[in-house]
């Protein structure tokens, strides 16, 4: 099955390694190093001013402008009609 996360982008849910909500990339040094790192690498894609939510997947890092608990009840919704299961996420 495919998530949906803004701007016209759909993702294979199997791929999605995690949905970090905006609240920890704002309070979080490691986190805001990190896609300092993958900006650098050049394997981050979107835009950090719109940012809600950063998706990791198996091959790239995605900045969206969906919130991590919207992007959460799409990709259960999903995962209950047939995909590779559930995906989970945490608030802070």
Same mark, same amino acid.
Do not use: C, F
């Given at each position: +099955?495919?998530? @949906?996360? %803004? @701007?016209?982008? +759909?993702?294979? #849910?199997? /791929?999605? !390694?995690? !949905?970090? /909500? &905006?609240?920890? +990339?704002? @309070?979080?040094?490691?986190?805001? =190093?990190? #896609? ?6 050049? #394997?981050?894609? %979107?835009?950090? &001013? ?7 997947? &198996?091959?790239?890092? #995605? ?5 991590? $608990?919207?992007? @959460? &009840?799409? $990709? /259960?919704?999903? %995962?209950? =009609? %047939?995909? $590779? ?6 608030? +802070?």
């Amino acid at each position: +099955m495919y998530l @949906h996360i %803004g @701007h016209d982008t +759909m993702l294979e #849910i199997q /791929n999605i !390694i995690a !949905i970090i /909500n &905006k609240n920890l +990339m704002d @309070h979080s040094p490691e986190l805001r =190093q990190m #896609i300092s790192r993958y900006r650098s690498e050049g #394997i981050l894609e %979107g835009d950090l &001013k719109d940012a809600k939510s950063l998706i990791v997947t &198996k091959d790239r890092v #995605i900045l969206s402008s969906i919130s991590a $608990a919207t992007l @959460h &009840k799409r $990709a /259960n919704r999903s %995962g209950s =009609q %047939g995909g $590779a299961g559930s995906v989970w996420y945490t608030e +802070m």
